[in-house]
């Protein structure tokens, strides 16, 4: 055997058609690695077939990760306002009470005070469903903010709420405590 680069005799030639053979095999072997390696770098269509199974992987754990977040947030959003409007009730019970016990002229005054502070809670309740608008437009990813700004922009337990608080004290008025 001769070096191609030199044209002088290669320092590891074959010692007998064993060693040959055996020199055959094991360069056959490496080619057939090398071909191999080449075919797969060749194989655009099915590395890109991997890849895009990789982003349809990272894209579906991404999907669950923002259902959770989007479930996580509908709840912490639904349990303060449920927390709110146990805080409103109750106190409408106590001024409800407070009314049975004066007079007709002190109840009128009650529900007055009690008026108002329904509009300022409504008012409060309009200024807080802005903010929290606001805040999901800029905070909430978009796949789910459809779903959470529809669900401020409905609050039917604020109006519920509202609707028991007047109801208290319509009855506490008109029925005082003897």
């Known amino acids: 055997m001769t070096d191609r680069t030199t044209g002088e005799q290669a320092s590891t ?59 996580q947030a509908g709840h912490t959003v639904h349990d303060k306002a449920t927390q709110a409007g146990h805080k409103v009730q109750d106190r409408a019970v106590q001024a409800g009470h407070k009314v049975q016990d004066r007079a007709v002229e002190a109840g009128h ?43 401020i922009r409905h609050p039917r337990p604020v109006l519920i709420v509202g609707a028991a608080v007047l109801a208290v004290a319509v009855v506490s008025w008109r029925y005082p405590k003897k």
Do not use: F, N, W, Y
């Open 13 to 71: 030639g074959a010692k007998g058609p064993d060693e040959l053979r055996r020199q055959i095999e094991q360069t056959r072997s490496e080619l057939g690695d090398t071909v191999e390696e080449l075919a797969g770098k060749m194989d655009v269509k099915g590395r890109a077939r991997a890849r895009a199974a990789d982003l349809r992987d990272k894209a579906g754990a991404l999907t669950v990760q923002l259902r959770s977040s989007a479930a």
């Open 109 to 151: 005054k009650a529900q007055d005070r009690t008026l108002r502070a329904g509009e300022a809670t409504q008012d409060g309740a309009v200024r807080t469903g802005r903010e929290l608008e606001s805040r999901a437009q800029h905070s909430v990813p978009a796949p789910v903010r459809p779903v959470v700004l529809a669900a």
